[in-house]
């Protein structure tokens, strides 16, 4: 069983940016984030792989990026030049390995419990 506990939400303007954080409770190989807004199903925004290998999301290449510290268990996603469409509320999630890379689809076994975040424009 892994846990997982997510900090750095919050409300910032169109342009701005924010670095959302996921302790674990142990080291597990596939990690990522995931988000999803009101009436909308969850989407895969990053994963990261314990080797390093990343998987990005179109609508969000270029302006998010994953990283973790495996010494710490710690997922990081640094967003950058945010969009009102970014609001959502997102989630760490764990899984053991499901091949090199991490999948963005949902199917994940572990979960957080959320961290909001509002992009106004």
């Known amino acids: 069983q892994v846990q997982l506990v997510e900090s750095g939400g919050g409300s910032v303007q169109a342009g701005g940016s924010l670095r959302l954080s996921c302790v674990a409770s142990?080291?597990?190989?596939?990690t990522g984030w995931f988000r999803q807004a009101p009436g909308k199903e969850r989407e895969g925004v990053a994963t990261?792989?314990?080797?390093?290998?990343?998987s990005t999301a179109e609508s969000v290449k270029g302006r998010f990026t994953i990283s973790r510290d495996n010494a710490k268990n710690t997922l990081y996603l640094q967003m950058n030049s945010l969009k009102p469409e970014d609001t959502a509320m997102y989630y760490c999630?764990?899984?053991?390995?499901?091949?090199?890379?991490?999948?963005?689809?949902?199917?994940?076994?572990?979960w957080g419990q959320g961290t909001q975040v509002t992009v106004s424009s």
């Open positions: 999630a764990a899984r053991s390995s499901a091949g090199w890379y991490c999948p963005l689809t949902p199917n994940y076994n572990y």
């Open positions: 990261i792989s314990g080797n390093g290998l990343t």
């Open positions: 142990g080291y597990i190989y596939c």
